[in-house]
């Protein structure tokens, strides 16, 4: 697994969220939930129940090296084990790839929600991999509140390794691997956009632009966990777009398909743009 530019989806978990899935996305209608059913049936729980992964990806560079895209539930003392399924088996998802965590040498934090920050840190607070500089928007940085857990668990230890890099904007990480700035789910939430040559389709790793088939349905679909929901419609939409445009792949992280389409049949959006901010999630 040398080829440049490969990307490999990396199971972390797999869960039910604790609000059902009508509750988690308002507004959307009955056609919504049919084609979202069509797009990702494995999230259809018993009883409207939401069932999801909780996904990394990781991009092959030259000489054995790697790019980590997020870092997971983590392990069982880990922020996100208030909700999320813990611990998580990014370890051994690593190992079954033939993944050296020694040989990371980027952590690309899609945004600072525990779900996707668990392995940051190791048992004795030290950083997971090693090697590696962790590379999140500054912006998602100067919003993380002092007392929520992902603070400590990544933010302080990080810094104080010197392995915390804060970006701004677009940012070309690696040749072939550029940071798009969408936010909305979070203020300083980014994706990537991967490109993997030798005619290989191009992948944008979504993070949490896309949590549901729903908003593949229908991109203008609220979260109820997203902070501006302006915003990440507007991101969501044009992330979509930038897809459709590339003939690209979305890696996505709680789909649970790995990679799907860009949803190029998807309906027109029809929604009024909503302008409000729901709850941190």
Known sequence: MDQQGQVVAL??????????????????????????????PGAAGPEGTWVLDFRCF????????WVLVDAGVGPAA?????????PGRLPAALAEAGIDRARV?????????????????????EPYFPAARYVVQRAEVAALERADPVWDWTVAPLRAAGQLHEVEGTHRLFPGITLLPTPGHTPGHQSVLVEQGDGARDVLVTGDVLVHAVQLADP????????????????????????????????TAHLTRAFVEPGQ???????????GVGPAG
């Open 220 to 251: 203008a679909i609220p979260y109820s966990h997203e902070r501006d929901r302006a915003a990440a419609r507007a991101s969501r939409e044009a992330l979509l777009a930038r897809a459709v445009e590339r003939n690209a792949l979305l890696g």
């Open 78 to 86: 880990s922020p996100a084990a208030a909700w999320a399924p813990v």
């Open 11 to 40: 199971l972390d978990a797999t869960g039910s969220f604790f609000e059902t899935a009508r509750t988690a996305f308002p507004g959307a209608e009955e056609a919504d939930w049919a084609r979202a059913s069509l797009l990702d």
């Open 105 to 125: 040498e980027a952590v690309v934090l899609t945004h600072l929600h525990e779900d996707h920050a668990g392995w940051t840190s190791g048992a004795a607070g």
């Open 265 to 275: 049949d998807a309906p027109p959006v029809r929604r009024p743009l909503d302008g």
């Open 58 to 65: 990781a991009i092959a560079r030259p000489g054995g090296r």
